[in-house]
């Protein structure tokens, strides 16, 4: 399970790299990972200190830090 929710982080940390700043909605359309999967792959990417959350007009917004 871990190597999967390693792989998804991956495919965000690309995503945003390469897109910049998104909300959660854009990043599940957009690299066709299912909802849950995106929120874990934000989690490792949290701690490990790799991305921000923000909240910009009701949307969560994840960046690269």
């Given at each position: 399970?871990?190597?999967?929710?390693?792989?998804n982080?991956?495919?965000?940390?690309e995503?945003?790299?390469?897109?910049?700043?998104?909300?959660?909605?854009?990043?599940?359309?957009?690299?066709?990972?299912?909802?849950?999967?995106?929120?874990?792959?934000?989690?490792?990417?949290?701690?490990?200190?790799?991305?921000?959350?923000?909240?910009?007009?009701?949307?969560?917004?994840?960046?690269?830090?």
């Amino acid at each position: 399970m871990s190597d999967i929710i390693g792989t998804n982080a991956g495919i965000i940390w690309e995503y945003l790299d390469k897109h910049g700043p998104t909300t959660v909605a854009k990043l599940i359309r957009e690299t066709e990972v299912d909802e849950k999967s995106i929120q874990r792959g934000i989690g490792w990417l949290a701690q490990e200190g790799k991305v921000t959350i923000e909240l910009v007009n009701r949307a969560e917004t994840i960046a690269l830090k």
